[in-house]
């Protein structure tokens, strides 16, 4: 059975306006927080996707109450309730996403204990739960592989601890930062991320009453405290999202207003795109990005975690890019399989030579490990109409961008792997004027 089919017919621009809200990076890590509060939490600017739905019902069989108004993006998350869940019940839910791992920390100090299922996600590099399984030992957990999952229980409580993460991990902070808040003592995260997803999961849990403090130099020390409250917050724009729409616009000529989007949260992505070729306008509601004419740049960028280039902007960019003219080289130094999405892209005429090699001006952990983690994009080269696979999530975004900038009709299938991260993607579609049919 085809899992969601589209019809593009490209080599049109994409003009109009839409809106981007809450960042899928933050939003379901602080419906995890709303775990940790005696009182009832509201959340605002919450994003109809996926993960939303998959968080709302694991947070139900918890027996947390969950009130989500979609029209105008309000959660409202009442745990008074909390209970323990069937580990049957969580892994049907679950499905693939990660995000289960995320409510040890939360369940341990309410309930003494949590189960959580296997977990999946992308398949764009090694993310296993083990890391964060020995973060939860290092705060006093005792955890028991099963055979249907993993059981947790912590009878003494939890107590604060030193981490010191090898690698900036986005995954990693969080679940120190959700397990900290309430262990007794000290906790000391050293190595830790600090993307603005992060430090606004940080002004929710301060909200809540908790003490964390950031210094500049990756190091967030965190006051365990006895009772956290329900929180009122706001969650920042989705970065991902909008570069997305951003590289859309570059890549099929066009001009895209995106309500919504913070210029301080891109900044790097703004410099990068500037550098290509491509245009904006920054206003107080958002961004506007547009296609200025003439060629575009070719360019060498390298990702890396905050506040360098984000590993989730590359793959729309180079789309754009196979449009540049010359050699653009980008090396990706966060995830180290994210280059399966251009298969694709040559497909469709693009030319892209992928390479073990670390191209670029550093070095890194991926280098002797025999990753293909470096692309080679040759440009200007017209696309062409083709069926394709999404791979996942960003990916998937990417080959809708390379669908929309090709002459001719293309068919993507896979698309509900969009729908966990970018909202009502078909209707923006639609406000942007592109000719998207869909077959299934």
């Given at each position: 059975m085809v899992d969601g089919l589209l019809q593009v017919e490209g080599g049109r621009p994409l003009n109009g306006e839409i809106t981007v809200r809450g960042a899928k990076n933050l939003v379901p890590k602080a419906?995890?927080?709303a775990l940790l509060g005696?009182?009832?939490?509201?959340?605002?600017?919450?994003?109809?996707?996926?993960?939303?739905?998959?968080?709302?019902?694991?947070l139900s069989l918890h027996g947390v109450s969950v009130d989500y108004d979609q029209a105008e993006g309000v959660l409202r998350l009442d745990p008074s309730?909390?209970?323990?869940?069937?580990?049957?019940?969580?892994?049907?839910?679950?499905?693939?996403?990660?995000?289960?791992?995320?409510?040890?920390?939360?369940?341990?100090?309410?309930?003494?204990?949590?189960?959580?299922?296997?977990?999946?996600?992308?398949?764009?590099?090694?993310?296993?739960?083990?890391?964060?399984l020995d973060i939860?030992?290092?705060?006093?957990?005792?955890?028991?592989?099963?055979?249907?999952?993993?059981?947790?229980?912590?009878?003494d409580g939890l107590r604060g601890t030193v981490i010191d993460l090898p690698y900036p991990s986005v995954g990693a902070t969080e679940q120190t930062l959700l397990t900290a808040v309430r262990a007794e003592g000290l906790t000391e995260l050293r190595g830790a991320a600090v993307e603005p997803e992060i430090m606004d999961l940080v002004d929710v849990l301060q909200k809540m009453g908790a003490i964390i403090s950031v210094d500049t130099d990756r190091t967030i020390h965190v006051e365990g405290v006895d009772e956290l409250v329900g929180y009122n917050h706001r969650a920042l724009p989705d970065r991902i999202e909008t570069a997305s729409w951003a590289s859309a616009a570059l890549a099929t000529h066009g001009d895209v207003f995106v309500h919504g989007a913070h210029q301080s949260d891109m900044t790097t992505f703004l410099n990068i795109f500037r550098k290509v070729g491509g245009a904006f306008d920054v206003r107080e509601d958002g961004i506007r990005f547009y296609h200025p004419g003439g060629d575009l740049k070719s360019i060498v960028v390298e990702t890396n975690v905050h506040p360098g280039f984000m590993t989730d902007w590359?793959?729309?960019?180079?789309?754009?890019?196979t449009q540049a003219?010359?050699?653009?080289?980008?090396?990706?130094?966060?995830?180290?399989?994210?280059?399966?999405?251009?298969?694709?892209?040559?497909?469709?005429?693009?030319?892209?030579?992928?390479?073990?090699?670390?191209?670029?001006?550093?070095a890194c952990r991926f280098g002797q490990r025999n990753f293909y983690h470096s692309a080679v994009i040759s440009g200007p080269t017209p696309l062409h109409g083709a069926d394709i696979v999404v791979p996942d999530l960003r990916g998937g975004f990417s080959h809708l961008i390379a669908a929309l900038a090709a002459e001719g009709t293309s068919h993507v299938e896979g698309v509900n792997l969009i729908d966990r991260g970018y909202e009502h993607f078909m209707s923006k579609l639609a406000a942007l004027d592109a000719d998207v049919t869909r077959l299934a």
């Open positions: 419906m995890v927080a005696t009182t009832p939490s509201v959340l605002h600017n919450v994003p109809l996707i996926r993960d939303v739905d998959v968080v709302s019902g694991l309730r909390v209970e323990s869940a069937h580990m049957a019940d969580i892994d049907a839910h679950a499905g693939s996403s990660r995000i289960p791992i995320l409510f040890c920390g939360p369940l341990l100090h309410r309930l003494g204990e949590a189960f959580i299922p296997d977990l999946g996600g992308c398949r764009i590099g090694d993310r296993p739960i083990d890391f964060h939860l030992r290092a705060f006093g957990a005792t955890v028991d592989k099963q055979p249907q999952g993993i059981r947790l229980t912590a009878p590359q793959q729309p960019l180079v789309v754009a890019l003219e010359g050699l653009s080289i980008v090396h990706e130094t966060v995830y180290e399989n994210r280059f399966g999405f251009t298969g694709a892209l040559r497909k469709m005429g693009a030319t892209i030579q992928v390479y073990r090699e670390c191209l670029g001006g550093t």
